[in-house]
């Protein structure tokens, strides 16, 4: 009799529990629902598996890209249809091959899905892909997209991307980006600075100017600048890599 009344006591207490939760319970819930939602573990940097349905979208839509009509008919059929996970996949899958046409038409599929929200690596490695493929007009379109949506990079993306364009012989565009990152309220950062400056080493007077930033930010840094030799022989291989392009 004693161990059934303890039986009905602890099931009485469960109860209670199921219909007034603890609100030390509630608060912990609500803090693993903002980490969820947290940069650090964005759907843009987590691995991306492509399912057989994706597969099958991401070979049809290549043979389909010189059909632009069947082409269209089988965006709204098909790829509409894609889950998550497979939509994004194939979307990272392009860029991985800069098919920068395809990631383009899969870029504005992904921010009209109900489940779109502004993200940083999103935006980071649609202009990465851009970057490395030397597509400037449509780098601004995607600048001119995140800037109305109010996405913020931070002072290593800023410079991971700046790099990226310097290193794609595109240096206007790098620098119109710089311009951006110098205007940004994210603290500057000495580590990104010296990523540029050596992005830079074959465009001496526009290190020069990136140069004199760092060293008003950092007064008490230094910067090991190169042989003078090195930037003539830079600058000549870069001419050369150019005219060959």
Partial sequence: MWRQGQN?????????LELHPHPHT???RHVITGAASSPSLSIWRRKKEMGKEGLMVAKELKRLQCHPLRFE?????????LLKSDLVAVLVE????NLVSLSMKLYDVVRKEIWYRPDMFFYRDMLMMLARNKKVDEARTVWGDLKREEVLFDQHTF???IRAFLDSGLP???????DEMRCSPDPPLSL???VILKGLIPYPELREKVKDDFLELFPDMIIYDPPED????DDQQWRIESEED
């Fill in 159 to 161: 410079g991971d991307l």
């Fill in 8 to 16: 009905l006591l602890r099931r009485a207490s469960l109860r209670r």
């Fill in 94 to 97: 392009f860029q991985r091959q």
């Fill in 192 to 194: 990104p600075f010296r």
């Fill in 26 to 28: 509630t608060n912990i």
């Fill in 172 to 178: 206007d565009e790098a620098m119109r980006i710089y």
């Fill in 73 to 81: 008919r089988f965006m709204k059929t098909h790829v509409s249809r």
């Fill in 230 to 233: 090195l930037f003539d022989d």
